[in-house]
């Protein structure tokens, strides 16, 4: 390989590139950046809002996702253009620090460098842009400050938060709003005495029934069946070791079998061997336990005992599964039936075996140590229950913003019109061609609201202009979708509302990569 680096030559410096590495510089080095950002920003746009349509993507080995969801479409796209992947890191951004508006703050990256582009076509600096952006990202922020609703946030505005956030997904045949009203209760009742935490909210999905069997669980779901099939398949008040270990036959046994010399050391060593099998069941019954899960395996013979003995065991249940059980009953993990003591015993309300087709799942409810909830998620089919789950993740994720991250402001594109309008207002004060950047800002968020219009079927100039007037005369307006048609009006009196939070993260993230690309003018890379 051929040496990269400087070097001099006749006293001129000379860049030695590798032979395979392609360099462009300049305008060519902008344009094709702000072309590739956009192109990806194009991608998700159709998506944007409740009448939203979704992308069916086909990965290489034909597996097959349906989903109206920005982060997720970008993620499945395996793009490589290193500009158009910075627009994807704004989703996964956005999808981090907020858990919903990927496509708004993806869509908001993408215009702002279309306005770019032609800021950099009427010989604007770049630097010039960079700074203007971030002067109107800031005007923004106060803008969104100031359209937080002074409203109490109560169950009624979370519901209406969650069902913002969730129609037009992918929710199967069941209405959003009463699915809101499951993850308002989930988060209700996850709590650990210092708030909601998201943490203690698992999803569980399942298909083979219609969405509207969606419940809310007190406790968790795992995936799992007895090992015997004469074990109950629901135990009330149960107490519960979790045990990290085998229960099988140690390892010395077995060799016992190939040094044995006489029939009677044989029984011998197979006495020994039922001894030691009867001793966990003994062990575990004698503590006082009636559900095991145990990460190992369990061996027919101690699974037939403990069967006997009323008790119900899982085995090979996974570390992660084991944890949550830990972290709801209060059960302590041990390494061995040995160390077994009461002490180690955690206790639930109920655990129950439910058969799903060739499934069987277990729920360990009213667990002693936790307010951990899962919502347990029905559909159709798999490509059903995939999309409503990331459609309820969204949906906690925009409950958990308002509670905590800074209250709700109007959605269906009212506060980006209130955006826009203050950075308008404050321009006016702006000396030389920054003016003209800030101003491209102010356009380049006018993209939600004419997205939102144009997904709607509604003509977006007109609507555009409708709703500037409307927010002009009544203050907040946004583009409401009403059955097949939008409607400019309040977004407050249909319960439309956004996590101040989603706002304030999507513009922070869009400007951040817009302006990251603009300045660009020279793109080195390694290998063409
Ligand atoms: P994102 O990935 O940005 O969250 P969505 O497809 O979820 O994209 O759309 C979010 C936008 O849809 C927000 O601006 C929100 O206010 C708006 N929205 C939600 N419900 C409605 C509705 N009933 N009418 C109009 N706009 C709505
Ligand atoms: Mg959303």
Do not use: C, W
Request: hydrophobic share 40%; charged share 25%; net charge negative.
């Amino acid at each position: 390989m051929s040496q990269s680096g400087q070097r001099r030559m006749g006293g001129q410096p000379l860049f030695i590139l590798d032979e395979d590495a392609q360099r462009t510089q300049g305008d060519d080095a902008q344009s094709s950046n702000i072309a590739a950002g956009k192109a990806v920003t194009e991608s998700v746009r159709t998506t944007l809002g409740p009448r939203g349509m979704d992308k069916m993507l086909v990965s290489d080995s034909g597996d097959v996702v349906i989903t109206n969801d920005g982060a997720t479409i970008l993620d499945e796209m395996d793009i490589e253009h290193p500009a158009a992947q910075m627009i994807v890191e704004v989703a996964e951004t956005q999808e981090e620090e907020v858990g919903d508006g990927t496509t708004t703050a993806s869509v908001l990256a993408g215009q702002l460098l279309t306005q770019a582009e032609d800021l950099l076509e009427d010989d604007v600096h770049p630097t010039t842009i960079v700074e203007g952006y971030h002067e109107a990202a800031q005007l923004a922020q106060e803008a969104i400050d100031a359209e937080v609703l002074d409203v109490d946030i109560d169950d009624e505005t979370l519901i209406s938060v969650a069902e913002s956030s969730m129609t037009g997904k992918g929710t199967g045949d069941v209405e959003a709003g009463a699915l809101a009203e499951t993850v308002v209760a989930a988060v209700r009742q996850a709590t650990d005495g210092s708030g909601s935490t998201r943490d203690q909210i698992a999803i569980r999905s399942q298909a083979g029934a219609s969405s509207s069997a969606t419940e809310l669980v007190e406790g968790i779901i795992i995936e799992e069946e007895p090992v015997h099939g004469n074990m109950p398949s629901s135990v009330a008040d149960a107490t519960i070791a979790v045990i990290d270990a085998d229960l099988e036959v140690r390892e010395s046994n077995i060799d016992a079998e190939y040094n044995v010399s006489s029939v009677d050391q044989l029984n011998a060593a197979i006495e020994a061997e039922e001894e030691e099998l009867s001793s966990y069941a003994e062990a575990i019954a004698a503590v006082g336990a009636d559900v095991v899960f145990v990460s190992g395996d369990v061996d027919d013979r101690v699974g037939a005992q403990l069967s006997k003995e009323g008790i119900v065991a899982f085995d090979g249940v996974d570390s992660d599964e084991l944890q949550d059980v830990t972290h709801t009953t209060g059960a302590s993990r041990v390494g061995s039936v040995d160390t077994l003591e009461a002490d180690d015993l955690g206790e639930a309300e109920d655990v129950s075996v439910q058969k799903y087709g060739d499934e069987e799942l277990a729920f360990v409810q009213g667990g002693a140590s936790s307010e951990t909830v899962t919502i347990f998620a029905r559909g159709g089919t798999d490509h059903v229950t995939d999309e409503l789950e990331r459609a309820l993740n969204d949906a906690l994720d925009v409950v958990v913003a308002a509670l905590d991250k800074g209250g709700v402001v109007p959605g269906a594109g009212a506060t980006e019109i209130a955006i826009a309008d203050h950075i308008r207002s404050e321009a006016a004060s702006i000396e030389g061609r920054k003016q003209l950047a800030v101003e491209s800002f102010a356009d380049a968020v006018d993209v939600i609201p004419r997205t939102l219009a144009e997904n709607t079927g509604m003509d977006p100039i007109d609507a555009l202009v409708d709703l500037r007037a409307e927010h002009e005369s009544e203050g907040i307006a946004g583009i409401i979708s009403e059955g097949q048609t939008g409607v400019i009006d309040d977004p407050i009196d249909y319960g439309v509302l956004d996590p101040a939070a989603v706002k304030r993260e999507a513009v922070e993230s869009a400007t951040e990569a817009a302006t990251m690309i603009a300045r660009i003018d020279d793109v080195i890379s390694s290998d063409a």
